[in-house]
């Protein structure tokens, strides 16, 4: 299928208009956690941990290169913000900031947002599992991917 950049890339999205636009307008409710003028945080319906957070940028767009540098860095900074509360006031020590880019990495709601999850010791929470490279693989893949 061809695509434009920025424009929906399939009819569903088309005929679905996104849940978190409908959150930030205020169609959907939701537990606030930080609102300015250009980023909204609230809390994941389903959460991993209690206070598992999104902070999304109110302008639409879809993942991470979508996303003008300036956006980019305000929800970032967000992020930060709601970091420092949850370890402030949930006493957690720690938490993931995780950002589903592009469905085949996880995202099911395409617009751009951040997880921020508290973690405790025992939540028995498994991060992602890692592989070893085989001979060769990390020289080619970084010719690939090295940007000069
Ligand atoms: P993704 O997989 O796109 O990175 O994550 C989307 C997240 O949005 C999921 O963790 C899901 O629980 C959350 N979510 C989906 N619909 C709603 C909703 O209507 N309200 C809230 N608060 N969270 C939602
Ligand atoms: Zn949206």
Redesign the pocket.
């Given at each position: 299928m061809l695509s434009v950049a920025g424009a929906p890339s399939s009819m569903t999205e088309y005929n679905m208009p996104c849940?978190?636009c409908?959150?930030i307008n205020g169609e959907?409710s939701?537990?606030k956690v930080y609102e300015d003028e250009e980023t909204l945080a609230?809390?994941?319906?389903?959460?991993?941990n209690p206070g598992?957070t999104?902070v999304v940028s109110k302008k639409h767009y879809a993942n991470i290169e979508e996303t003008d540098e300036e956006t980019l860095c305000r929800v970032i900074n967000i992020v930060k913000k709601v970091g420092l509360s949850l370890k402030k006031n949930l006493s957690v020590r720690g938490y993931n900031v995780?950002?589903?880019n592009d469905p085949v990495a996880?995202?099911?709601?395409?617009h751009l947002?951040f997880?921020v999850v508290p973690r405790t010791e025992n939540d028995s929470l498994k991060l992602w599992p890692q592989k070893e490279y085989k001979a060769g693989q990390a020289e080619a893949v970084l010719k690939k991917i090295k940007i000069i």
């Open positions: 849940i978190f409908k959150i959907i939701s537990y609230f809390l994941d319906i389903n959460p991993v598992h999104l995780q950002m589903n996880g995202q099911i709601i395409p947002h997880h």
